[in-house]
């Protein structure tokens, strides 16, 4: 298995422009995460899905955040407008069982300029 | 206060030496415990999985939970440069429901 994978690794943009960033989970896995880190807030959950629904979306920061998960292998998080403090690291996570270990894809560093 | 509470460091110890890595926690209901390994620009990965109290060994490294403290421990034996991560303890009530996780802890291991 590939793991979890995200795109891209890596995205500048200017402030105001929209940003969407991608996650395709393990195959099978019925949950999936985004988080954000960064130095000062550590790690932060945004959004969680459960077999494609949104259970648990209270770490959105505002109505610029917005995740999707259209199907099992798929989901996006989109920012619009971006905002330089959206600059971070945005993590996808999935696992089979929510209380047990997740595996991390390699992550989405956003610089909002 | 927080739920979960761990030192962010940085702690720096010499090649070989035991290295301690803590947190505690506020809710007594907690039962999974675990602790992620995060190198530089890459995303956590799961070193080690304990429910509820008790020791748990793998390797050099050995997990430990004190329910009654409400504290949970890493020890890492003849600590290597390759273990310089930030680790990261979580925890959950039960397996469904979602991770809390603690801010991490810079380690350096010096050669």
């Known amino acids: 298995d590939a793991g979890v994978i995200q795109s891209p690794r890596h995205e500048v943009t200017e402030m105001g422009q929209e940003v969407t960033l991608r996650c395709k989970p393990i195959?099978?896995?019925?949950?999936l995460f985004w988080y954000r880190q960064t130095m000062m807030r550590g790690l932060e959950l945004l959004i969680y899905?459960?077999?494609?629904?949104?259970?648990?979306d209270s770490g959105m920061p505002e109505d610029r955040f917005s995740a999707k998960m259209p199907n099992a292998s798929f989901s996006t998080l989109k920012i619009q407008p971006s905002e330089p403090r959206d600059s971070a690291v945005y993590f996808c996570?999935?696992?089979?069982?929510?209380?047990?270990?997740?595996?991390f894809g390699s992550g989405t560093r956003l610089t909002v300029v | 206060q927080k739920e979960v509470e761990q030192d962010p460091g940085p702690l720096s110890v010499p090649e070989g030496a035991i290295v301690s890595l803590n947190c505690t926690y506020s809710n007594s209901a907690f039962q999974y415990f675990m602790w992620y390994r995060q190198y530089s620009r890459k995303g956590p990965e799961l070193l080690m999985y304990t429910y509820s109290s008790g020791n748990k060994e793998d390797g050099r490294f050995t997990a430990q939970v004190d329910k009654s403290s409400k504290y949970i421990s890493l020890f890492i034996r003849d600590s290597q440069p390759s273990d310089s991560a930030t680790y990261l303890c979580a925890m959950s009530l039960n397996s469904n429901y979602q991770l809390i996780w603690g801010a991490g802890t810079k380690l350096i291991i010096k050669p």
């Open positions: 195959s099978g896995h019925n949950s």
């Open positions: 996570a999935s696992t089979l069982s929510v209380g047990r270990g997740y595996t």
């Open positions: 899905f459960n077999n494609n629904v949104p259970i648990d």
